[in-house]
């Protein structure tokens, strides 16, 4: 009998050791953000699936181009109409404009939307455009003559929105909107329910066309930025972001569950694809802020050889 009742404590410590072998994987993959164990195939690799390609073709992102790209061709072939409109609608601007929507269209319609539900960093490259490309590209389309209409009465409206209309708020709106939608409990909700999600696209049009807007708007605003102070608005939002592209690039774990408990496309760990996901980020911003600095000393050099111009017109000979 107590050869038996050894023999059977033993088996138990034994199993007990195995059950807790068997447990360890998935918490340990769950920990460095690798899939869980049901997720792994034989041998423990992660299981690959197949990317899904489809277009989404949402009608909202759609019919909201369409409504747009209406309403810019029709004022920009009015303003080209008028005295001096080629110069002051050039048919460049337009393809901005048109290159905007497609950008649009590609990050709300096309299986880039759908590729953003299966892995991070599609998904990161899915708010790149929504932030920073779709706006640019959409500000920089206009002049002042396409603008005439509507000029009066968006300053109207700067006067009105006070402090909201100033840089310092637009500074802080981009960078909090950015940090806010990338806590992890946040995103998760954001990527499970669908009205969420849209908040946070349009958020990101918004807070983007709003940073944007004081730095290339065709139109004066009551609070401009001049001389040093575009590098500091840009240095002061890009490092900031950038630094959470790189806090991504570097975790140690997966911090977003939704992308952990799935099965991973062409077999990217969640670790990596976070990786990968903050680099883009952080890689972006320097680009674009090198850019657009680039681009407004190029504007502020002409700016300044036109009024160098128009001072020696009118000095007396």
Avoid: N
């Amino acid at each position: 009998m107590r050869m038996l009742r050894r023999a059977g404590a033993d088996v138990h410590r034994l199993s007990s050791r195995v059950g807790r072998a068997r447990r360890a994987p998935q918490g340990l993959a769950a920990s460095r953000g690798c899939a869980p164990k049901g997720l792994l195939a034989p041998g423990g690799k992660i299981r690959r699936v197949p990317a899904d390609l489809s277009w989404s073709l949402q009608p909202l992102p759609i019919l909201g181009a369409a409504a747009a790209g209406g309403a810019y061709v029709s004022r920009w072939r009015r303003a080209r109409a008028g005295r001096g409109g080629h110069g002051r609608a050039p048919a460049w601007r337009l393809c901005c404009f048109l290159g905007a929507l497609l950008l649009l269209l590609g990050a709300l319609i096309s299986p880039l939307d759908t590729l953003a539900d299966q892995l991070f960093l599609m998904h990161m490259l899915q708010h790149v455009l929504l932030l920073d490309l779709v706006p640019i590209l959409a500000i920089v389309s206009l002049t002042k003559a396409i603008m005439r209409p509507a000029t009066r009465r968006l300053q109207a409206l700067e006067a009105r929105m006070g402090a909201l209309a100033h840089p310092a708020f637009a500074v802080v709106a981009y960078v909090g909107v950015i940090w806010a939608w990338h806590l992890p409990a946040l995103y998760d909700l954001a990527l499970r329910h669908s009205g969420v999600h849209v908040l946070e696209h349009l958020s990101f049009l918004a807070v983007g066309s709003l940073y944007w807007w004081h730095l290339l708007s065709p139109i004066r605003a009551r609070v401009g930025l001049r001389g040093m102070a575009p590098v500091v608005y840009m240095a002061s939002t890009k490092l900031l972001v950038g630094a959470l592209g790189m806090g991504l690039a570097f975790a140690p774990s997966a911090l977003y569950a939704f992308y952990v408990h799935r099965a991973r496309v062409w077999g990217i760990s969640a670790v990596t694809d976070q990786a990968l996901a903050g680099l883009i980020m952080a890689v972006e911003q320097s680009i674009v802020m090198g850019v657009a600095l680039a681009a407004l000393f190029i504007r502020a050099l002409a700016e300044s050889e036109r009024e160098q111009q128009r001072r020696e017109r009118y000095e007396p000979v």
